[in-house]
């Protein structure tokens, strides 16, 4: 089982910034990525960015350039987030994905308003 726990989530202005953690524990030597996903309300659950095992990410066309997913060895995992808009207001998760299945945070809000 791998449990993860999203924190740093709250209200930013347009043009602000904020890092999202995600607190991986369990057993985590089973995950070959992990990856940030957000969901507006009314709208489907999209993937944002993603890490594997051995470093390489990729990111959605919309955050590319102002969003950053990062980890500090395999316990915790970061979306910086730059430049904001008000469109990436949402409920960020983290999800930890292994061969035998895939692990879900409760996840964090991000509002961007002014």
């Known amino acids: 089982q791998v449990q993860l726990v999203e924190s740093g989530g709250g209200l930013v202005q347009p043009g602000g910034s904020l890092r999202l953690s995600c607190a991986v524990s369990g057993s985590i030597f089973s995950l070959y990525a992990t990856a940030w996903f957000r969901q507006a309300p009314g709208e489907q659950r999209e993937l944002v960015a993603t890490?594997?095992?051995?470093?390489?990410t990729n990111y959605v066309d919309s955050v590319k350039g102002r969003f950053t997913i990062s980890r500090d060895n395999a316990k915790t995992v970061y979306l910086q987030m730059n430049s904001l808009k008000p469109e990436d207001t949402a409920v960020y998760y983290c999800?930890?994905?292994?061969?035998?299945?895939?692990?879900w945070g409760q996840g964090t809000q991000v509002t961007v308003s002014s």
């Open positions: 890490i594997t095992s051995d470093g390489s």
């Open positions: 999800k930890g994905l292994a061969t035998v299945g895939s692990y």
